[in-house]
């Protein structure tokens, strides 16, 4: 089974950029389809972003289009968030999560999940 463990996370004002970082151990994550979520107290998770098995193709929130990019780097067992001109409603604890089958929208999907980090967006 992979485990999953995010950093980068912080405080950042508004306008700036942060880096999150998604390490995986136990197994390879060449097979997975990976995903970042987001949540604020009191909400569901909500989806970010996801990159398949190979990286070939990347889908994102409208909320975040344009502004984050998501990679990885299968070798390094690694997945990435970069997030650039970041808001206040940026503001959340971002999770990283891998899906077995193809990735989706839907966090019941996912397999596994990491324990999360905080992102606050001062204004």
């Known amino acids: 089974q992979v485990q999953l463990v995010e950093s980068g996370g912080g405080l950042v004002q508004a306008g700036g950029s942060l880096r999150l970082s998604c390490v995986a151990s136990?197994?390879?994550?060449?097979?997975?389809?990976m995903a970042w979520f987001r949540q604020v107290p009191g909400k569901k998770r909500a989806f970010v972003a996801s990159?398949?098995?190979?990286?070939?193709?990347?889908y994102y929130a409208d909320s975040v289009k344009g502004r984050f990019a998501i990679s990885r780097d299968n070798a390094k067992n690694t997945v990435d968030l970069q997030m650039n001109s970041l808001r206040p409603e940026d503001t959340a604890v971002y999770y990283c999560?891998?899906?077995?089958?193809?990735?989706?929208?839907?966090?019941?999907?996912?397999?596994?999940w990491g324990p999360g980090t905080q992102v606050t967006v001062s204004s």
């Open positions: 990159i398949s098995h190979g990286g070939r193709n990347k």
């Open positions: 136990g197994r390879t994550i060449s097979t997975y389809d």
């Open positions: 999560a891998a899906e077995s089958g193809v990735a989706t929208m839907w966090e019941s999907e996912y397999d596994v």
